[in-house]
């Protein structure tokens, strides 16, 4: 038996806010999910977090089957297990978000925020991602900052866009942080860290806005018309955990497949192998479509593969709803077309399908949105199938019920599958 969970993260009721719009997963075309969810089992999953903020890492660990309740310490120590950096017993890593601060400037002037000369609670975060700063541009940004601030007990890692990552040392963890997209459009005040250790992350932020605003690449961003990654921005902390093992539960070999660093951590924290990011580009064609293939490979080799793909956070946090259907029927074309049609050539199989919201900016602690699942085995009788879609309409249709997503990752892999 070969067994697949595929994330779609980002793709599950995103708002569409035209009146009377269909949300993009309600408006795609999606034929391969829509077979799926005919053959299949359609509900929806919710997952438990009793007090921790909303963020993708519970997501992830609950569909691998950890109760985040228990099995969660903040999403650095993931993101620095997916980029291949060890955490000391004592050690804190935190994300390190590039962001673009700014001033509010006068009416009939543009926004002046080269003039941000240090960490002021009425400075205003104007973008969350600095623009979408480039993998080149923020690895030379960084390593700017590494250069001058790192130390036996600080230390910056690259990562990719503004995504990157400081490791604290023997730090200290309790510290109140706030993820910078909640702070977005207003004064940073109330957002700055407060609590045990929140000086000395003030201290490190503020210098390196003063490392970052005059840099060459934000010189050349800001003649280029483009917004400067002039700070670092400090979240997200916690120290390494140390998860069971789901190939020793299982008695399966398995491997994890992502391009963004946290699911990939979450997997190899859980035991799987990571697959080169590179690997997804083997076949020349986009990303979606060589992830599906990349899959496939290592399904020829292993029992296991868990394969996760994000809406661009440009995209799913932006209003171009064209661009977020586009990515839903990308998804169902590129990623679950290729793998549904190629898993009957391995034989017996079970997939997990999962669509969730993402990351929910502005949501409470504690609540995460269901997400809409399908429950697949194969090969399939076809006098069996059902009429409904792959929606979330039909999924609360059919399950009134709300599954604790991380049961559904035994379901997944126990012999009846029910």
């Keep these: 038996m070969k067994y697949v969970i595929l994330q779609g993260e980002g793709m599950a009721d995103v708002p569409n806010r035209d009146p009377g719009g269909k949300k993009p997963l309600q408006a795609a075309a999606t034929p391969n999910m829509d077979f799926l969810a005919r053959h299949g089992e359609l509900g929806l ?6 007090g921790h903020s909303p963020g993708t890492d519970v997501t992830h660990l609950a569909i691998l089957g950890y109760d985040p309740r228990k099995y969660h310490s903040g ?29 509010n400037a006068p009416r009939g002037r543009a926004s002046a925020h080269e003039e941000v000369k240090k960490l002021a609670p009425q400075v205003t975060m104007e973008d969350a991602t600095a623009g979408g700063v480039e993998d080149d541009e923020a690895r030379e940004l960084i390593d700017a900052v590494n250069e001058q601030l790192g130390s036996e007990a600080i230390q910056f890692y690259p990562g990719k866009g503004p995504r990157h990552l400081m490791v604290w040392v023997g730090g200290k963890s309790r510290a109140t942080c706030y993820d910078p997209h909640e702070a977005v459009g207003r004064a940073i005040g109330e957002f700055l860290p407060a609590g045990d250790g929140a000086e000395i992350l003030r201290q490190v932020m503020e210098a390196s806005l003063v490392i970052l605003r005059d840099h060459p690449v934000n010189q050349q961003r800001r003649d280029a018309g483009r917004k400067p990654a002039n700070c670092l921005w400090l979240w997200g902390q916690g120290r390494a955990l140390r998860l069971p093992s789901l190939t020793d539960q299982y008695r399966i070999t398995g491997a994890v497949l992502s391009a963004t660093d946290l699911p990939r951590g979450v997997g190899i924290c859980a035991g799987l192998e990571a697959v080169d990011p590179a690997a997804a580009a083997e076949a020349g064609g986009p990303d979606l479509l060589g992830l599906a293939e990349a899959a496939l490979r290592e399904l020829g080799k292993k029992d296991f593969v868990y394969v996760h793909a994000e809406m661009p956070p440009d995209v ?4 171009d709803q064209k661009a977020k259907l586009r990515f839903v029927e990308e998804f169902d074309q590129k990623m679950v077309g290729p793998i549904l049609e190629g898993l ?31 429950l697949f085995e194969g090969p399939v009788q076809t006098e069996k199938a059902t009429r409904r879609g792959s929606k979330e309409a039909d999924a609360k249709a059919v399950q009134p019920r709300v599954r604790d997503a991380n049961r559904l990752m035994n379901r997944l892999l126990s012999q009846g599958g029910g």
């Design 45 to 50: 999953a919710a997952v438990p977090t009793e």
């Design 75 to 103: 999403p650095a120590p993931f993101e620095a297990a997916g980029l291949g950096v060890a955490l000391g017993e004592h050690d804190v890593a935190f994300r390190c978000s590039m962001v673009t601060l700014g001033l």
């Design 316 to 319: 799913r946090l932006g209003d």
């Design 344 to 374: 009957p050539k391995l034989g017996p199989h079970r997939l997990l399908l999962i669509c969730d919201r993402g990351a929910a900016v502005g949501s409470q602690p504690g609540v995460v949105a269901p997400a809409s699942y399908i």
